[in-house]
């Protein structure tokens, strides 16, 4: 349920408008469908991931809140897995070949059952914009009663961007592509952001009318600009202060830069909220990770999906998790990995070189060392001594191991799943249990030790015989 348009905007004066606002009609327009040469993958661009997640979904989420109506996203290259990619909830219009973002925002608008009042059009390759910049855009647009406002960013080199022509009157006439540019217009800092709110009546009528006169041959979006300024519509530019957040990505360098960005964003929100980083720039966390406070991460933690961890853990150096649940006062680490669908209760420790997979543990438990649990039901206060293993898979299917509470396993035992062991038992150490353990049951279940007096020199004696032969 999208967030009503302008939610938490404070003008006093303009309450009403802002009322009267929300009923228009807002819609977006998501472009997707190139293929990103410059990124020289199999992968269509926009599926590429920055911190977790898939360019286009990034984006999505930052669009969703702002507007009530809609979203279309334009599909072209791998236009399967990119629908795949962001399911049900989104109106998909296939460019079938790739002739310009003009013409993939002419794709789109038949997909809207009712042409919306207004726009919000944005590519699929800028991760870094944010909800706010896209509310203020769109609150500027709508105040200003433009027929286009286009999102701009004073940099110090336009580099490859499209630059951003004003008249005398400082009005916005058009926007030219770096490569079309003649050089006093390349000398342009004020650069085009590629997002857009426009009205869309007009859009379509200035879209039917753009012609590939350029260099790349195209139908370019860009070019709605000047075309509306010639029917005398108003066309403004809404400045983004932190040019960062139009950074675009074409090429994987800009995929690792703006990868940086979304993990340092993430990284100070936690830390603002009350989780310690020993050193923030060694640790990766997936956006939708939530970490409570007095929890600290040591350098080279990597935290990723869906996993959530509690408060006041310690998270030791080396540390991945991925989807998986860590409760409150849980020690991890040094180097342990935690697999998806790991669920650990309150103070639970998954020690040093310990690999958990699909498996409960619970309250209070301990798996210090050297141990590989995998699909196991581990109940509470249970110590698991070092080097135990669950052997989990046959070779074909994979076996549960069910553990009650308070139980003692002995160092280096395996246990060959399906088995249970009841509350209160005690596995002596290097067992291997292929049987079920009943309740307050030692069990031992290894070859028995035999000691043979007088071996040693015997052998010693043996051996010397052999080397003088
Ligand atoms: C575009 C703008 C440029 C702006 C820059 C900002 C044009 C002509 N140029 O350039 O002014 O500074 O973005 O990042 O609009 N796409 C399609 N179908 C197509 C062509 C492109 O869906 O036929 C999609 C791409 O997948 C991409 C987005 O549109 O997500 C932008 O295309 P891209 O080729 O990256 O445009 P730029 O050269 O970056
Ligand atoms: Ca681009």
Redesign the pocket.
């Known amino acids: 349920m999208p967030l009503p348009l302008f939610y938490g905007i404070v003008y006093a004066q303009d309450l009403i408008t802002l009322e009267e606002k929300k009923m228009d009609h807002f819609a977006a327009v998501i472009?997707?469908?190139?293929?990103?040469m410059r990124m020289k993958s199999t992968l269509p661009?926009?599926l590429h991931q920055a911190a977790g997640r898939s360019l286009v979904e990034i984006v999505c989420s930052v669009a969703a809140p702002v507007v009530n109506g809609e979203i279309c996203i334009?599909v072209?290259?791998g236009a399967d897995q990119v629908r795949e990619t962001l399911g049900d909830g989104f109106l998909y219009a296939l460019?079938e070949?790739?002739?310009?973002?003009?013409?993939?925002v002419g794709q789109a608008l038949p997909a809207f059952s009712v042409l919306p009042e207004h726009l919000l059009v944005l590519?699929?390759?800028?991760p870094l914009l944010r909800t706010e910049t896209l509310s203020a855009l769109c609150s500027s647009y709508l105040e200003s009663k433009a027929d286009c406002t286009v999102m701009t960013a004073v940099l110090p080199d336009g580099g490859?961007?499209?630059r951003v022509i004003r008249n005398a009157r400082g009005e916005v006439e058009a926007?030219v592509?770096a490569r079309d540019a003649s050089p006093a217009q390349k000398a342009v800092r004020e650069?085009?952001?590629?997002v857009y709110c426009f009205r869309t009546r007009l859009l379509q009528q200035c879209l039917a009318g753009l012609q590939p006169d350029n260099d790349q041959g195209?139908?370019?979006?860009?070019?709605v600009v000047a075309a509306m300024r010639s029917r005398g519509c108003m066309v403004n530019a809404f400045i983004c202060e932190d040019a960062e957040e139009?950074s675009?990505v074409?090429d994987r360098v800009q995929l690792a830069a703006v990868s940086r960005v979304l993990r340092r964003r993430k990284n100070e929100a936690l830390m603002r909220a009350g989780v310690t980083m020993v050193d923030p720039e060694t640790v990766y966390i997936d956006n939708d990770v939530e970490i409570g406070p007095d929890t600290v991460l040591e350098p080279q933690v990597y935290l990723h999906g869906t996993t959530h961890i509690g408060a006041c853990c310690h998270i030791g150096p080396g540390v991945k998790i991925v989807d998986s649940q860590v409760g409150n006062g849980c020690e991890i680490g040094p180097f342990a990995y935690l697999r998806p669908g790991t669920i650990l209760a309150d103070h639970v420790k998954a020690g040093h070189f310990v690999e958990i997979k699909k498996s409960c543990i619970g309250k209070g438990s301990k798996v210090p060392h050297l141990s590989y649990i995998g699909d196991a039901e581990i109940g509470e206060r249970v110590n698991i001594g070092c080097g135990t293993i669950t052997c989990n898979y046959d070779g074909k299917l994979k076996h549960k191991t069910q553990i009650g509470n308070d139980v003692f396993v002995g160092s280096n035992t395996n246990f060959v799943a399906p088995v249970e062991i009841g509350d209160h038992a005690f596995i002596a150490a290097g067992s291997t249990v292929t049987e079920n353990v009943p309740p307050h049951t030692l069990a031992v279940a290894r070859g028995r030790q035999r000691n043979i007096e007088g071996w040693a020199p015997w052998h010693a004696e043996n051996a010397k015989k052999v080397e003088t032969e």
């Open positions: 472009l997707a469908a190139g293929k990103g661009k926009v334009v072209g290259h460019q070949q790739q002739l310009g973002t003009g013409h993939a590519c699929g390759d800028t490859a961007y499209g926007i592509e650069i085009n952001s590629g195209e139908y370019y979006l860009t070019d139009i675009g074409n």
